[in-house]
C-alpha cells in the first residue's frame, strides 16, 4: 500500500510539474511576424546582397527571437547582422552565393523562431545569375537547376520499426511464459537506450528546445517519469506489475506522439509551415537540404525505436504475470 502511494504521489507531482511548465511557457511565449524589404533578388554567383527584414511583436511578452531560414543551402547561406533580439526589431540578412551555385531559382521560407516564434513563414526568392553575364537574363527558370529536393531515411527506420514490432510480437506470442525472464533484460536495455537517446536530445538538440518548447518539456517528463518506473519495474515487487503495465503504455502512447509529430511536421512549424519539413529534420541524418544533424536524427531513430520495444515487453510481462 505504501509503494502504490509513493508511485501516485511520483506520478501526480511530475504532472503537476509539467502543468506548471505549460502555464509558465504559455504566459511568457509569444508570436511575431515577418516582413522583408524584399521578397525576391537577383545575384551572381560569387556574390552577396543585403535585404532587409524586420521581425514584429504580434501578442505575448517580446522574449530572445531570432531569424531562421528554411531549407538549408550549400550554395545559398544567410547571415543576419543581428543574431538574436527581443522583436519588435530591425536588421539586414547577407545573402551569399557560392561561385560554384548552379544558375537558377531558389526558395527560401524566412520565420522568426526563439520565444516568440512567426506564426507562418514568408517567401523569399533567390534568382541565382551567372557570373559571365553582364546583361539582366531572362525571367524565365532553368527547370533543372533549382536546389535539389531533400531526402531522408525514413525508410529504413520505419523498416526497422516493423521488423522489431513483428519479432517482439512473435517471440511474446510464441515462447510467452518462457519469454519472460528474457524480456526483463531486453526491455531494460532498451530502457537505457531510450534514457540515453533522450538525454542527447535534451541536450544537444537546440532547434527543439528553442522552436518547440512544449515538445522539449513534454520529453522532460517523459525521461522522468520513465526512470521512476523503471524503478518499481525492477525494484518493487509489489508494484512491478502494475508499474511494467504503466510504462508499456505509457512507452505506446510516446511512440504515437512521436510519429504524429513527424507526420504533421511537428515540432518544428515554427520553423517552417511545411510539414515535409520536420520530416526531413527528424529523419535526415544530416543530409542536404534538410536542416538536419546526424546525431540529432540518430537519437530520434534509437528513441523510436528502444521505446517501442519498451511498450511491446512492458505489456506484455503485464499480462503473462497476471495470469
Partial sequence: MKSRTILLSSLLF?????????????????ASKVTLTQYSINITQGSSSNIGFTISLVSGSPWGTSIAESPSSSYVTFLPSISINDPTYSATLA???AKNAPVGK?????????????????QLTVNVLNATTTSTPP?????????????????????AFIVL????????????KKFVKAAKYIMFVSIILSLVAAAYLLTYDTLLRVSGMLHYDILIVFFILTAILTYFVYKNKKMQKIAALVLGS?????VLAM????????????????????????FG?????????????????LLLLSVTITAILGIFTFIIQRK
Avoid: C, E, Q, R
Avoid at 14 to 30: D, E, N, R, T, Y
Avoid at 293 to 299: P, Q
Fill in 259 to 282: 510519429f504524429l509529430d513527424a507526420l504533421l511536421g511537428l515540432p518544428l512549424t515554427a520553423v517552417s509551415g511545411s510539414l515535409s519539413y520536420g520530416f526531413n529534420y527528424l
Fill in 139 to 159: 525571367s524565365v527558370t532553368p527547370p533543372s537547376t533549382s536546389a535539389p529536393k531533400p531526402t531522408n531515411y525514413f525508410v529504413y527506420v520505419g523498416g
Fill in 95 to 97: 545573402v551569399n552565393v
Fill in 14 to 30: 511530475v504532472l503537476l510539474l509539467f502543468f506548471a511548465l505549460s502555464m509558465v511557457h504559455a504566459s511568457v511565449i509569444g
Fill in 165 to 176: 514490432v513483428a519479432l517482439f510480437l512473435s517471440l511474446a506470442f510464441l515462447m510467452k
Fill in 106 to 122: 531558389y526558395i527560401f521560407n524566412i520565420s522568426a523562431t526563439g520565444d516568440d516564434p512567426s506564426i507562418s513563414p514568408v
Fill in 285 to 301: 541524418f544530416g543530409a542536404a537540404g534538410t536542416g538536419s544533424l546526424y546525431g540529432t536524427s540518430f537519437a530520434f531513430s
Fill in 250 to 254: 505509457l512507452s505506446a502512447l510516446f
